[in-house]
Structures are given as C-alpha cells and as structure tokens.
C-alpha cells in the first residue's frame, strides 16, 4: 500500500493535504470548545467557519472531534450537515479513482 502511494505523486500530495487540513479542523474544534467554556464570545470560531474547514476535507476529522468533546452535537447543522459533506466529498474519491485521477 505504501509503495501505491509513494509511486503515485498526486496521491501523496493529496493524502498529505488531507492530514494538514484535517488536523487543522482538530485544533480549531478544540480551540472553539475551550473558547466556548469561558464564555468568550468575541474568540469564538463561526459556525461557518468550521463547516467550511469540513467541506476542504477536514470533516472525518472534524466530526470524530465533535462527537470526541461533544462540541456542536446539539446542533442539527453539524450533526447532519458534516456527515452529508462527508459522503459528498467520499463519493467524489470514488469518481477520481474510477477515472484514473488519483
């Protein structure tokens, strides 16, 4: 598996993408919580902000923090909105893959 990757240049770039951006979306979740527990309104990430973050690939680990320190778990747009993004962005690997693309 690991040598499909390395022999594959824009898979590598890709995988690589994602881990960036997915630990972004980690630390910004977790940097919103804390936030949140002090009442500091004015440091708060917008909701957009972070559904964003899930729709440029952070959403598996963006969700899996949610759920982890029950942030944003009440809220029906998260709760179903980064799992749609999530199956959105899955079929769209599948399309790349069945074409060649990745």
Same mark, same amino acid.
């Given at each position: 598996?690991?040598?499909? #990757?390395?022999a594959?240049?824009?898979? %590598?770039?890709?995988?690589?993408?994602?881990a960036?951006?997915?630990l972004?979306? #980690?630390?910004?979740?977790?940097y919103?919580?804390?936030v949140?527990? /002090?009442?500091r #309104? =004015? @440091?708060?990430?917008? =909701? /957009?902000t @972070?559904? @964003?973050l899930s729709?440029?690939g $952070? %959403?598996?680990?963006?969700?899996?923090?949610?759920?982890?320190i029950?942030? /944003?778990?009440k809220?029906?747009k998260?709760?179903l $909105?980064?799992?749609?993004?999530?199956? #959105?962005?899955?079929g769209i690997?599948f399309?790349?893959?069945?074409? $060649?693309? @990745?």
């Amino acid at each position: 598996m690991i040598d499909f #990757v390395l022999a594959n240049p824009i898979l %590598s770039i890709f995988l690589a993408y994602i881990a960036i951006i997915s630990l972004i979306s #980690v630390v910004v979740c977790i940097y919103d919580k804390k936030v949140s527990r /002090k009442n500091r #309104v =004015e @440091l708060r990430t917008p =909701e /957009k902000t @972070l559904l @964003l973050l899930s729709a440029l690939g $952070g %959403s598996v680990a963006m969700f899996i923090t949610m759920l982890i320190i029950r942030h /944003k778990t009440k809220h029906v747009k998260f709760m179903l $909105g980064i799992p749609l993004i999530i199956i #959105v962005q899955a079929g769209i690997i599948f399309l790349l893959f069945h074409f $060649g693309l @990745l």
